[in-house]
């Protein structure tokens, strides 16, 4: 069996879309699952959309979620150049496509602006296309060099016939046939001697021994047109696989504009590495079994591209929001603090053991910027109703709260030793003493104390935290409050 080669090719055209990276995580763990090599290559044969400072995003983001390639521009497999336009200037493309027009796969196309915009259209997936007419195929030979010899601008165009059928055969949707009257005669080399993405597409990927090609299935219309170049130039066609198209929670296509389409966005939201590329794994692939948590390294022993489905892929940031969460539950607890810190020390004032307050949080958020809304009382008692101190469940109510405050002020004024432990048996007594239940006596301390319904630990640990001088001032300031219901 030859050895399974995949590539990933982005265009450098700005942030990594969510899509795009799940084709890349896809072609890596079919190659890596078999043993073989994943590859990164660059098609920047479109000019007018590349994006200065892209091509350094693709590695950031590669190397960021651990696809890291066997070859590419940095790392020569004996395939290179793995850039597009440095491809180029080898002649390698004008080489094939004038290979095609010798077969009469291709032809030369003279036809200017003003005469295509004259041919008639056809709506195609939405998208109003002009069909080329064919025109330039019946130049003769002679024709044909005196406009190459007058310096006539020109396009190489793919030759299809308007009879008959082409059949290619994808791993997921089975052999698939269009009338070839339906294909229109594709341009191969564009005026400006670059190779379209389609035709460069064809030429790399045999010419650098790709075996597995992993797309989005928007490139299906395209499809047959890639399998006539392959059965024109004799080349044996790549197992093809392609991908549903990822939506969002409105089953619409995601939207780059939105605030989770690309790795990086997704990274400034709070979340972390290993938990989009484990969901976006299950982004249309799932396990046999009902798992859902996956190391890089068990998507890798675990992936069978045969469990990819058709069906559309819904990105859900809710799932998403609990899968970082429980990644985050599960993390080292440095690890952790290393990256909570920034977002403690933005929201806190010095002074308080972060350490001690990341802790609290750490089980509590799905993702970091979470962290700011749940402890942002330490830094500063927030204006808060005092109906909160009525719970049902507590069996407190605003007299009940008013008394118990009253009761613990004295308690905590003459406490010195403000530890959990400490303030916990001292409030303790008095719950014994008073014959009730701790809630009925924790619930109003930690509303005095925190002025929030939620917060990441009991009474006494906030107080820790607050020191006495402070959980004092808070007990004295939910006294007065009740005292002016």
């Known amino acids: 069996m030859e050895k399974i080669r995949t590539r990933y090719a982005p265009s450098p055209t700005g942030k990594m879309h969510v899509g795009n990276l799940r084709s890349a995580l896809y072609e890596f763990l079919i190659a890596k699952h078999a043993g073989g090599d994943f590859m990164l290559r660059i098609e920047d044969t479109d000019q007018e959309r590349f994006v200065d400072g892209a091509i350094e995003i693709i590695y950031r983001t590669m190397a960021k979620a651990g696809l890291i390639h066997d ?10 150049p793995y850039v597009q336009s440095e491809r180029m200037k080898t002649g390698i ?16 196309c003279f036809c200017d602006r003003e005469r295509l915009a004259s041919l008639k259209t056809e709506v195609v997936e939405g998208k109003e296309i002009s069909v080329y007419d064919k025109h330039c195929l019946g130049l003769s030979r ?21 009879e008959g059928t082409t059949t290619f055969h994808d791993e997921l949707y089975g052999d698939i046939t269009v009338e070839n009257s339906e294909l229109d005669d594709m341009i191969l080399i564009k005026s400006d001697g670059f190779p379209t993405y389609n035709f460069a597409n064809v030429v790399d990927d045999h010419t650098m021994n790709i075996t597995h090609v992993v797309r989005g299935n928007e490139y299906l219309s395209s499809s047959p047109k890639y399998v006539r170049l392959y059965d024109a130039f004799g080349w044996q066609v790549p197992v ?11 089953h619409k296509k995601l939207a780059k504009r939105s605030g989770h389409a690309s790795f990086e966005d997704l990274l400034e939201r709070g979340f972390v590495t290993e938990a989009i590329i484990n969901y976006i794994a299950l982004l249309g692939w799932s396990p046999e079994d009902n798992r859902e948590i996956f190391t890089l390294q068990e998507l890798i022993e675990n992936f069978d591209y045969r469990r990819i489905s058709k069906s559309p892929a819904v990105f859900d940031i809710v799932k998403l929001r609990w899968m970082n969460g429980e990644y985050i539950k599960s993390m080292d607890f440095d690890v952790f603090y290393e990256m909570a810190e920034p977002y403690l020390q933005e929201t806190l004032p010095g002074g308080l053991d972060l350490k001690k307050i990341a802790a609290m949080v750490k089980t509590r958020i799905e993702v970091f910027p979470d962290i700011a809304e749940m402890v942002d009382f330490f830094g500063e008692l927030p204006e808060y109703d005092v109906t909160m101190y009525a719970h049902k469940k507590m069996k407190t109510d605003i007299a009940s709260s008013l008394e118990v405050l009253k009761d613990v002020l004295p308690i905590l004024e003459a406490q010195e030793d403000y530890s959990n432990d400490a303030l916990y048996q001292a409030l303790s007594a008095y719950v014994e003493q008073k014959g009730c239940k701790n809630g009925y006596v924790m619930w ?14 009991g009474a006494t640990e906030i107080m820790e935290i607050l020191g006495k001088e402070e959980s004092l001032r808070r007990i004295r300031k939910g006294i007065e409050l009740l005292q002016n219901v």
Do not use: C, W
């Open 444 to 457: 109003p301390v930690r509303t005095a104390v925190s002025g929030k319904q939620m917060t990441p630990a």
């Open 142 to 162: 002679e024709e044909v060099q005196a406009n190459l010899d007058a310096g006539k601008p020109f396009v190489i165009r793919q030759n299809i016939p308007n």
């Open 71 to 80: 070859e590419g521009p940095d790392k020569d497999g004996g395939y290179g």
């Open 93 to 108: 493309y004008m080489k094939y496509a004038k290979e095609l027009i010798d077969k009469g796969e291709a032809y030369y």
């Open 240 to 250: 093809y696989i392609h991908l549903p198209l990822i939506t969002d929670e409105n």
